[in-house]
């Protein structure tokens, strides 16, 4: 097969020169990470926290007042309504006004210290996020309040023991999370995010401008002069391959440099990894137009993988704890092993060495890519 | 004998099948022509006869599934690339890239087409004047009128100098001083340089212009011959009248003897009768019997026209028996 | 009159049917999503796998570990040394946890201060929060049991210690099922997403196509044109969420606790604000194209912002503020009110009104600009 610089110049002019002046699909392809961008950086919460609570405390004594202490300065929990019973917070609940409360009934002190202690924690069930993190807060907190209060009659009552007494627990597990050590929810989400938006912007691209050309006819057009099949495919894949790797660029500095995202590992290895994920979504889009037989249908068939690829691949909910045959789903999008690339660059700060079986599948699936692509290359419309 | 070097483009038997929900569909059925270098063949049919069809396969945009084509010698199927060099196609559904300029869209196709940077300056703005397009090098394409888009189009099949020109409908939609440009435009090439063109149309004034005419019917061809050659397939000679009572009158003269077909152009009526002068009168008899007038009875030489309608309707009756 | 708006209605639908692709994507999305939410998907991680350096390798270590593995949560894949190499199994992805005992761990526990580390990998949300918040608990309770122990051994019995036990009550979701938060919100998303898509791609279609100009000069009236358009679609939205519902509730039990026909209702009003969107949206673009990526931008800061996912409670002021201009704002807490909670209509009254207000303005917008690029 000849192959000709001329041509493949002409194509590429014509495609970006197409692109550039299409003024409002470019501002979407702009536009819509930056906003996502933000809109993860500040409406999205992962770690829940501040809970709406309501109190009812009906001992009102010291111990009470305390207890109710522990559980606001947890920060889980923020008290905001203050009733009289347990009726009142249901309704509370039921509305929406709080999403906890806290029933303490009456003779908290007395009781606790005849070892006969209760308290009442409702949660409101409906909302995920807000039950997990408050179940766990809850029994957590109300576990050491109760040792607390162990350690400090044990110690009154003179046991001699001193280990028992020393005021806490004779093991402290401390925790310490790695690489994101306060927990910044920006900083498990945007590597992830950037993946995505990668592959979307990639995957429709190349599905839509195919399909597209074929609609509007120009493809025969195109069939009937000397362009080789294999160069029009990668004119059309190279400006879609800049365009993803401009705003993988935007974003990588807008989070690092205004949101403090942390960047731990090497930026050309990034870049290097970045293109060979590129290919292989593009791969997808290839097959994606081949499916195809009209724009719309196109379009639909992206947004369903890229809603598969959301929740498949890692991105945000963890593959671990999904059966065997969706994990299996998940291995086949490149955006399952380029989560794990990405996020051992950025924030683990890892080298190619722990990476290399996840770019070796890349490399093979970007081969697979051009292979496909090559078959695909008619030179004729049917 | 005509050798091979003077056949611009040859078709012996073409087939080609479409894979469709209850089986294949034959769409084409043996199709068989040749064309002369420097002769214009017009290819005319119903909608849907499979005129686009032919030109796909024979320029080898479509899979050939029995037969034998070729252009200037290189076969459609293993010669692609040569065919791509040396013709230029006009498609129906053509579409050149609308946000590129005229300009750009010239400089593109000189680069497809492998033309050097040298070369393409001049070449260009000889197309440019033309196509008559020179002051509007920087309007994007998709912002030229209809006939305007189809000069451009016409420029940029041109640009690498091909001896054969393929057109699907060029005209189709443009209005009439357009058309006639357009067609002066191929006319003047056709007399300097000898270009071949082949070329499908719906418009049968542009069909009398062809030196071969090809009539295609649900994928066969049914006439191949020369304007005048096609009109003498049709059989009897032609009236003209325009009578007083449409539809009466109608049916009168499509029941007498003699009358082979009656077609209706307008407010006229066209019947075609086996002997002129007996069966003028013998219509005019049985008009004035009923009390229908008329006007303006003469007889006319059939154009492509009735000649087209004549020889398809007969091609229906006889396949439905 | 209506006979105009049924042959409309009619033509809308045969070729709404005849597009199968879209069908049935529309119809396959929520169903994958379902059984993706259903049976796949569980934000509560168990069996993380942990890498451990036990410096000490004592009787105490080992029963520590043991309470950590006992609990479910972690599963021991590898060892280490030290901390580095702890380190360096979860860098290279082989563990997710790593637990660090020092050196001496009985004679620390006997003294009262012993210490373990646990790091967790940070780099993945769901993994890192269920890690972080178990070893605390599990940690934490061992020791208590430690002590317990002792303070048996002194004598002082169980009885007269000081004791609080916290009862946490889960409301109306005991067991934290996934889905049972999902689908309420599916619901929402659903109709939203359906109609507005619909609408759009109808009207865009048409007007590309240029049939719009030849029923317009049909004796139609541009209301009875946009009545006609919108009725199958609500039609379709609806039934495809029911279906959904209807799968929920009866395959996977998601329980439905308030009145079904105060749902239907709500639901339909809640779906012409879709409509409206998608007429207003089919009046801005110039064609489908344009018409889809407005849609999408739209679907994805509704999702993000519409307290679907993501609690709006914990959102800065502004960005809430974002979040009241989609309607699904308002309709997922009706959604969720009364199929997972059993509300009723007086505790609604405010979102039913703000909803209301909503598509009012909405159809007002749709209906000038309508207008105006009809003529």
Known sequence: ?382 | MTTTNEIAISAQGLVKRFKGRGGAVTVLEDITLEVKRGETFGLIGPDGAGKSTTTRVILGLLRRDGGRSSVLGHDSMRDVYMIRAESGYIAQQFALPADLTVMENMRFFADLHGIPAKRQKGRIAELLKFAGLTEFTSRPAGRLSGGMKKKLALACSLIHEPQVVLLDEPTLGVDPVSRREFWNLLGNLRAERGLTIFVCTPYMDEAERCNQVGLIYKGRLIARDTPAGIKKMVPGRLLEFKPAQFETARKIVAGLTGVLQVQTYGAMLHPFVDDLELRRKEIEQALTAQGITWSGMRAIQPRMEEAFINLVTRQEEAENG | MLQRILAIIQKEFSQALRDRVTLGIMLSMPLLQLILFGYAINTNVRNIETVVADQSQDQASRDYLNAMVNSGYFDIVETAADQAGVIRSIDAGQARVGIVIPPDFAAHVQRGDAQTLVLVDGSDFFTSQSANAYATIIGQEYAIQIVMNRIAGTGATANTLPALNALVRVLYNPDMKDLWFIIPGMAAMLLQTQSLILTAAAVVREREAGTIEQILVTPIRPIELMFGKIVPYVFIAMLNMLTVIAIGVFWFGVPFQGSFWLFIGLSLLYVFSGLGLGLLVSSISQNQRQAQQLIMLFMMVSLLLGGFIFPRYTMPPVVRAIGNLFPMTYFVPISRGIITKGIGFSVLTSQVLSLAVYILIVMLLAALTFRKRLD
């Open chain 1, 1 to 382: 097969m000849q192959f000709s610089f001329q041509r493949l110049r002409a194509l590429l002019y014509k495609e970006i020169v197409q692109i550039l002046r299409d003024r409002r699909t470019l501002l979407l392809f702009f536009l819509l990470p930056l906003i996502e961008l933000f809109l993860f950086a500040y409406a999205v919460s992962l770690t829940v926290s501040h809970l709406p609570t309501a109190v009812v405390d009906q001992s009102l004594d010291s111990r009470s007042r305390d207890f109710i202490h522990a559980l606001a300065n947890s920060g889980n929990f923020d008290i905001t309504l203050d009733l009289q019973n347990q009726e009142q917070v249901l309704k509370a609940i039921d509305n929406g006004t709080v999403k906890a409360g806290i029933v303490i009934p009456p003779d908290f002190a007395g009781k606790v210290l005849r070892g006969e202690g209760s308290v009442l924690i409702l949660l409101d069930g409906s909302d995920s996020f807000s039950v997990e993190s408050g179940y766990s807060a809850a029994s957590s907190i109300a576990q050491k309040y109760s040792l607390e209060l162990t350690a400090q009659s044990v110690q009154a009552g003179g046991a001699a023991s001193t280990s028992a007494t020393s005021g806490g627990l004779p093991i402290a597990t401390i925790t310490r999370v790695l690489y994101n050590p306060d927990i910044k929810d920006l900083v498990f989400i945007l590597p992830g995010l950037i993946a995505l938006i990668m592959q979307i912007i990639v995957v429709t691209h190349s599905a839509l401008s195919l399909v597209r050309e074929r609609e509007a006819g120009t493809l025969e057009q195109l069939l009937a002069t000397p362009a080789r099949p294999f160069e029009m495919i990668i004119a059309k894949l190279v400006p879609g391959m800049l365009v993803a790797m401009l705003d993988m660029s935007i974003i990588l500095v807008i989070g690092i440099f205004w949101f403090q995202v942390p960047f731990q590992g090497s930026i050309g290895l990034l870049a290097v990894l970045s293109i060979l994920f590129i290919i292989s979504g593009m791969g997808l889009g290839l097959v994606i137009s081949a499916v195809t037989k009209s724009q719309r249908q196109a379009q639909q068939l992206t947004s369903v993988i890229q809603m598969l690829a959301m929740l498949l691949t890692g991105f945000l909910y963890p593959r671990t704890t999904m059966p065997l045959w969706t994990q299996l789903i998940g291995d086949l999008i490149p955006l399952t092993y380029f989560v794990r690339i990405i996020r051992g660059i950025m924030t683990k700060g890892v080298s190619l060495s722990f990476l290399w079986t996840d770019t070796l599948t890349l490399v093979v699936y970007a081969g697979i890519v051009l292979v496909v692509a090559a078959a695909l290359s008619k030179k004729r419309l049917d």
